[in-house]
């Protein structure tokens, strides 16, 4: 192994560091198999500092982020990512602990975990939650296993699911994986569940109801009670997903409204940043009645202190990699004591008004299939623009022309030409106003010029991608084995 630095004093008088090398038999031709080393040296460009420092920075420049720019995708957009939240979990007492030390050793963390339990239950009406699920499908699938065993310990072989027609694609996709049909429930002309539709579906065949409240149209499902009671007639299950909790956290519990099994979105609703696609956080709560078939271990708490309860028979088992994300807890549990209960409240009811206000601002300039007033997110239509050969994929393109990342378009698909937008609770006036001046210009350029809708956008360093052929057959600088010519 090689030694400590050495810190020397050169001849000049001034303090240098010197790495020792290697002792004999040691260094890469010691460790390496001889076929595997270098007959020559590698081609690597030769550059200053300066240019490195450069060239990331200008990659950096050119990345969208929370941080950099209003980020109104709908039905995913991350909230308020504290800073505390961050320093939190980079400190070494949480960082640092390894997933699988003794209980004993980290009773500071079980707490933490604990607490963030104990709020969850609280702010969803449910009596338990596991933290196992890494991500948001990954609690529909856990959600969905405890449904089908929640049945078979009735003797009850129920194989369907349903799921309504605006729902998010993972919802029928978990269901799917977790062994279930699926059936399709469609909306009526107000956006929310069909009721007669729904009761024709109904039968001693159905697991259980999906549902997103407010749903992917950004509406309130109004009659939920009364679909509650339609699906426990049956003795199904009602799930709630919890990618919409933004427009209720803290005024209305999923649990109250009848729900069985509440899954969250801690990267959503609890601050949790969640670019790149990760690390996420699904965790899922209960009823007490479905409490037995919680993944393993569940924390548990006795007079000498927290620990994870293995024996659990009825359980659904292990679902991920040790106990979950818990440094994604852990910001959720910083966020959460930093809002406290009127807090949470008040950011809830001002994602509501900031939605309410883009959507009266842009409903002359787009079509609105589904009126308001919505909750935190809602849905316009671009389809009186396909005249003129334009669609939400062109007004998406445009809007990065104008430095806006593009909400969500082509979804919810029972929406023509859909554009999905959720302004958060923490953007300014100034920004939405600045946002729905950029929308009603970009629907004037469809009318007026529609060839700049067509081939944006103009000022990336690349044009307009064809996304799919870019995934399966992307064009490389350079290939492996090949000598870069910079």
Known sequence: MMGPLIFEKSRKGSIGVSLPQPSEGEGAKA???????????????????????????????????????????????????????????????????????????????????????????????????????????????CGLLMAGAYHRDRGDERKRVIVPDSAHGTNPASASLAGFDVTTAPSNSRGRIDLAALRSRLDSSTAALMVTNPNTLGLFEDEILEVASLVHEVGGLLY????????????????????????????????????????????????????????????????????????????????????????????????LCLMGAAGLARASGDAVLNANYLLQGLSEAYDVRYPGPCMHEFVLSAARLKSKGVRAWDIAKRLIDYGF????????????????????????????????????????????????LLSAPHNTPVGRLDETEAARHPVLRWKPGEVPND
């Open 31 to 141: 460790l390496v198999s001889e076929h595997l080393l270098r007959s020559t040296p590698p081609h690597l460009p030769e550059v200053s500092e300066p240019e490195v420092v450069r060239h990331y920075t200008r990659l950096s420049r050119l990345n969208q982020a929370v941080d950099t720019t209003f980020y109104p995708l709908g039905s995913c957009t991350m909230k308020y990512n504290p800073k505390a939240a961050d320093e939190a979990a980079a400190m070494p007492g949480f960082s640092a602990v390894h997933p699988l030390a003794p209980e004993e050793t980290c009773q500071g963390w079980l707490e933490i975990l604990g607490r963030t339990e104990e709020m969850l239950c609280e702010l969803c009406g449910v009596s338990r939650f596991s933290f196992q699920p890494a991500a948001g499908a990954q609690g529909e699938l």
């Open 240 to 335: 709630y997903d919890g990618a919409n909790l933004n427009a209720l956290v803290g005024r209305f519990r999923p649990g109250d409204m009848g729900f069985d099994i509440v899954q969250l979105n801690l990267h959503k609703t609890f601050a949790a940043p969640h670019g790149g696609g990760g690390p996420g956080s699904g965790p899922v709560g209960v009823k007490a009645e479905l409490e037995p078939y919680l993944p393993v271990p569940l924390l548990e708490r006795r007079e000498d202190g927290w620990f994870w309860n293995w024996d659990r028979p009825r359980s659904i088992g292990k679902l991920t990699c040790f106990t979950g994300n818990s440094l994604v807890v852990l910001r959720a549990y910083v966020y």
């Open 405 to 452: 990342h593009p909400p969500t378009v082509h979804f919810p698909l029972i929406v023509p030409e859909a554009i999905m937008i959720e302004p958060t609770e923490t953007e300014s006036k100034a920004t939405l106003d600045a946002f729905a001046d950029t929308l009603i210009h970009i629907a004037r350029e469809a009318e007026q010029e529609p060839e700049l």
